[in-house]
């Protein structure tokens, strides 16, 4: 673990053995949608919740971990990202305290930037294998949300971020090609078009767009 992170410990029953072998090559992203860190903490190691991660950053930086890398923490559930239908057993789950209507804060975002480097290099996960948990779920899932920086991770090399160029009397029946070819599941549409607008285009709403189109077909070359 990073030097420069003082990870507390507080162990949550809720994990188990990884799958067929898989090894952690994702990391998922979640908003705890809970008043405090504390309530959040509370909820992920009760066994009869059934839910937890691995890590878990407040608001002011603080961070926990909850359950060994080694393990299949239960943050997951279900969805799917690359063909892949058990992600719990192939990604490390961090949560970051956050209702999920509000910014993110500087001192949670800097050190989720740290704990992802660490994560990241320790276990040769490429940026785009850092995923939402709504890219995975789409239409059952938000988080992290609207307000989380997704431009500033890329950015700092630890997500990856489209680069548009104008894409002219582009096929809308593309969307659903383009969107599974960066990694989405193959879902209804509108719920396709919200996934990819949470995470890269948070402020757009309305029919699909020239600019959606772009961006997922930016997202398909990637």
């Not at 923490?73 to 063909?83: D, F, L, P, Q, V």
Request: aromatic content about 6%; glycine content about 8%; overall charge negative.
């Amino acid at each position: 673990m990073a030097a420069s992170l003082d990870i507390m410990s507080c162990p949550s029953p809720n994990f188990g053995q990884r799958r067929d072998g898989a090894a952690a090559d994702h990391i998922i992203l979640h908003y705890t949608a809970m008043d405090s860190a504390a309530d959040a903490l509370a909820r992920l190691c009760d066994p009869a919740a059934e839910v937890s991660c691995h890590y878990l950053i407040d608001e002011r930086g603080a961070v926990w971990q909850l359950v060994e890398e080694s393990h299949r923490a239960w943050h997951a559930g279900a969805g799917e990202w690359c063909g892949i239908g058990d992600m719990n057993s192939r990604s490390i789950g961090i949560e970051l305290a956050n209702r999920g209507d509000h910014p993110f804060p500087e001192p949670q975002m800097r050190v989720l930037e740290t704990l992802l480097g660490d994560l990241r290099q320790r276990h040769a996960i490429p940026p785009r294998n850092v995923i939402g948990h709504s890219d995975m779920a789409p239409g059952r899932k938000s988080d992290p949300g609207r307000r989380f920086d997704w431009r500033r991770l890329a950015l700092s090399g630890h997500a990856v971020w489209p680069e548009l160029n104008a894409v002219p009397d582009t096929d809308p029946n593309r969307l659903r090609d383009d969107l599974c070819a960066f990694g989405y599941p193959s879902v209804d549409d509108p719920d396709l078009l919200e996934a990819m607008r949470l995470r890269f285009r948070p402020w757009a709403r309305g029919p699909l767009s020239p600019e959606d189109m772009a961006t997922a077909a930016a997202l398909a070359a990637l």
